[in-house]
């Protein structure tokens, strides 16, 4: 019986099917294919697809029209390559609404009420001043100009006076959801 006492190992099949699907479903790798897509969307407008060989030769000269011919340039569209690529974003673009629709549906109920008082001075957007009125009466008249703003306020309060939360744009973050699932059924 060997016993390690080196502490724990982790798997690695495990280790690189998570790094897998990191790399798959980060932004970089789903912007660098469909950067390669667009490239290969550009050739095949500008280079007449599905033409005879003979076509290529007189255009282009016999090197560029072998070489088009290797590439599958001549259909673009159709090519192996192609759609490989178009296979893989696809996946990556899946993997990207699989891991952030929960957050953002966890997101879009949230107010983030339970903050601390040093963590929402860490916030960019954020304004202090103090008021003439109570504290009660400054929130409910903030609240209701928020609210007449559109925003969807809670007040909240606390020991040392009370806390404003408004959120909007909650529509943006279901946007997020829906042009990435329209990314995929488009592919």
């Not at 007449?48 to 003979?54: G, N």
């Not at 202090?128 to 409910?140: F, K, V, Y």
């Amino acid at each position: 019986m060997n016993t390690r006492t080196e502490g724990l190992q982790p798997d690695a099949p495990r280790v690189a099917t998570r790094a897998l699907v990191e790399l798959l479903s980060s932004m970089r790798f789903a912007i660098s294919l469909l950067t390669v897509i667009c490239i290969a969307s550009v050739i095949g407008t500008v280079l007449k697809q599905q033409e005879p060989a003979v076509n290529y030769v007189n255009q282009f000269g016999p090197f560029w029209a072998e070489l088009f011919l290797a590439l599958k340039l001549n259909a673009v569209y159709s090519a192996g390559w192609f759609l490989l690529i178009l296979a893989f974003l696809v996946v990556s673009t899946s993997l990207c609404i699989a891991r952030n629709t929960p957050k953002i549906l966890a997101d879009l109920k949230s107010y983030k009420e339970n903050l601390r008082e040093h963590s929402l001075r860490a916030f960019h957007h954020r304004a202090q001043a103090t008021l003439d009125e109570s504290p009660a009466a400054a929130a409910q008249r903030i609240g209701q100009t928020l609210a007449a703003s559109g925003w969807k306020v809670r007040l909240q309060q606390r020991d040392n006076g009370w806390m404003v939360a408004a959120r909007a744009g909650a529509a943006n973050k279901i946007g997020y959801i829906a042009a990435h699932s329209a990314i995929v059924l488009v592919c």
